[in-house]
Structures are given as C-alpha cells and as structure tokens.
C-alpha cells in the first residue's frame, strides 16, 4: 500500500493487490510505487505496475488532481511542463509523446503525437526551455543504434501544438 499526504492534510491510498499477483490473477493484479516528486510543481509520480505493461498517474499535492499517463514524465526546471514517453510497444498506448501542464496544481494534457507510422524508440535528453525539448530517436530494431550517427530530435513547441523537428534546429 502506498499513502500520500496532500497539503490540505488528506490522504490519498494506492492499495496493491500482490495476491492477485502471486496467483497470476492478471485482471486484478497491479501493484503501486513512488517513482518521483517535482518540488516546483508540487506533483508525486506514482508508477502503475500490472500483470504485463505498467503506466504513471500523476498526483497534484496542492489540489489532488490526478492525470494518467502511459509513460514517464520528464518535468522542465520551473515544472510548468512536462513531457511523456511512452516506448511500450506491447502495452502503451497509441501515442508515443505526450506534452502537458501542472500550473497552479492542475494536471491536464496538452498535446500528443500523432500514430507513428514506423515504431521508434524516444529517449529524453533535457528541456532546452520551456518550448523546446532535445531527444534522441532510434528504429526498433533491437540495436538501440543510431542508423546515421545522429538520432537527435527536438519536440518543438508550436502555436498550440507541438511539432517532431530533425537536428540541428534550423532557426
């Protein structure tokens, strides 16, 4: 069991079913762990682990708002933002980019990619800003290699959107 204190005082209790996990009850078994906390943001990250696959609920310790994902997020400095990965192939979802906001203690998604028409493997670098994001990208193919010696990206914001842009930049 996993219990978290939000700042009004409240508690907020993930109970795991290791029973049902034990008995390979894949319909109930699911399991539940602290993977991270972002200070500025004031948001706990609790990692969802099932029979096969996992996902993370995103919990507001301000408000107790909660926000599912389908991969890790990946907070910038001022926590204003976040970016999620998702490289599940078996058991994510059918975006692989996700892009949202905890301002003011509200969760909520802004932004994800669209289908990949080829499966690829994202990995996060670092926010460059609030509106920039350097990854790397790689075919899966099982090498984790980079086919022309430079598998960089930025996600890049763009009006309301976000766009997929190859490195360098082109400013």
């Keep these: 069991m996993l219990t978290i204190r939000l700042e009004n005082g409240k508690p907020k209790t993930y109970k795991n079913d290791q029973k049902a996990c034990d008995s ?50 990946y907070f910038t400095p001022d926590g204003s933002r976040f970016v999620a990965i998702d490289n599940d192939e078996a058991y994510g979802g059918e975006h692989a ?27 996060f670098e670092r926010w460059v800003d609030n509106d920039h994001v350097a990854m790397q990208v790689f075919p899966v193919d099982g090498a984790h290699k980079c086919p022309v010696d430079d598998c960089k990206a930025f996600l890049v914001r763009y009006g309301d959107g976000w766009i997929v842009r190859p490195s360098p930049l082109p400013w």
Excluded: K
């Design 24 to 73: 390979d009850d894949a319909q109930h078994c699911i399991s539940y762990i602290l993977i991270g906390y972002h200070p500025e943001s004031r948001v706990y990250a609790i990692g969802i682990f099932y029979y096969e696959g996992s996902s993370v609920e995103l919990l507001s310790a301000r408000t107790g708002a909660t926000l599912g994902l389908r991969g890790i997020p």
């Design 97 to 123: 980019l996700s892009i949202g906001s905890a301002m003011n203690g509200e969760l909520s998604l802004q932004w994800e990619s669209p289908p990949p028409n080829l499966p690829r493997e994202w990995r």
